[in-house]
């Protein structure tokens, strides 16, 4: 019965190197989202997937950040070129079905630090 | 895409009745409303969801309007352990947008 994981827990990066970020959401679950929360601040949706492909990557902050899902599992967020401003926690949630009365789990979070 | 408006924060005392409201103005026909809890250092958490009139579940109660253009979140006899950000969201996931989280509530529990 295990939850949303992602990993790393917490990440230290220099500044202009790439970053891998992973989440492994609820088994069975179809939609799986990527959300970035900077300190203090609310939630700030980046992409979903449903299934294994993104009808919605409008979030995406700029094309330095990519995703992807395979098997309708693991989930794997990049950042390329990290830049301070990508310091955040980034929150990974998923659920079991894109119907209107749907739940999000959401995973612990990875926090990034860019220095 | 329905915009939300919340308090940025309250206070409240231990054994108090809390109720939060959030104001979703242009909320479509097909809209849902849900709240979500969210602790330091963790992910939110669901806490309940409504469409119109009174939703109550083991946690809280939702109060919806006839004209679903506000919902008030109702938490019954705070503790401490309720100190957290509460996010009011509104869509529905068939356009995909029910996910957009505002800034929140933050809602201070004291003894």
């Known amino acids: 019965g295990a939850g949303v994981s992602q990993s790393p827990s917490n990440k230290v990066t220099e500044k202009g190197k790439d970053v891998e970020l992973r989440c492994d959401p609820i088994?069975?679950?179809?939609?799986l989202y990527w959300y970035r929360q900077r300190l203090g601040q609310g939630l700030e949706f980046l992409i979903y997937?449903?299934?294994?492909?993104?009808?919605?990557k409008s979030g995406l902050p700029s094309d330095r950040f990519s995703a992807e899902r395979t098997g309708e599992s693991v989930s794997t967020l990049t950042i390329q070129r990290t830049q301070q401003e990508d310091s955040a926690v980034y929150l990974c949630?998923?659920?079991?079905?894109?119907?209107?009365?749907?739940?999000?789990?959401f995973g612990p979070g990875t926090r990034l630090t860019v220095t | 895409l329905a915009k939300t408006t919340q308090p940025i924060s309250m206070d409240s005392y231990e054994g108090q009745e809390v109720n939060i409201t959030c104001s979703h103005n242009?909320?479509?026909?097909?809209?849902?409303i849900t709240w979500y809890q969210q602790f330091p250092s963790q992910g939110p958490r669901f806490i309940i969801q409504?469409?119109?009139t009174k939703v109550t579940n083991e946690v809280a109660s939702l109060f919806i309007p006839a004209d679903r253009k506000s919902s008030t979140l109702s938490l019954p006899r705070v503790s401490l352990s309720d100190t957290a950000v509460y996010y009011c969201?509104?869509?529905?996931?068939?356009?995909?947008?029910?996910?957009?989280f505002g800034g929140g509530t933050r809602l201070m529990v004291k003894p």
């Open positions: 949630a998923s659920s079991s079905q894109g119907i209107p009365t749907y739940e999000q789990y």
């Open positions: 088994s069975g679950h179809t939609a």
């Open positions: 997937f449903q299934g294994n492909s993104a009808p919605d």
């Open positions: 242009n909320i479509a026909t097909n809209d849902y």
């Open positions: 409504g469409y119109k």
């Open positions: 969201l509104v869509g529905n996931n068939n356009a995909g947008n029910m996910l957009t």
